[in-house]
């Protein structure tokens, strides 16, 4: 089941982790821990925010530089994109 999951772009649970380690050492002290990982999927990695000025600032002034640092720590980690969307479940 896992190769077959990995062949639709479903990350492996060691790459999951990887990618986890990696983010949580990008992420600066203002938003750590109000972001949270869903997934990673065809190259684009998706990430929950709390909130819409959250998501925009990620967005505009941050997300270029955390694509080049996941990228440079995870090289076997085909990383085409970041894509930041509100958690609903947190509010807005």
Known sequence: MGAALRSLGM?????TEKVQSAW???????????????????????????SEALRDELTNFHRDRLLAVLRAALPDVPLVGIRF????????
């Open 85 to 92: 969307m509100t958690d609903s479940a947190e509010g807005e």
């Open 11 to 15: 990350p492996s649970a060691k790459v």
């Open 24 to 50: 949580e050492a990008a992420c600066e002290d203002a938003w750590r821990g109000r972001t949270t990982l869903r997934r990673l999927e065809g190259g684009v990695l998706e990430v929950a925010v709390g």
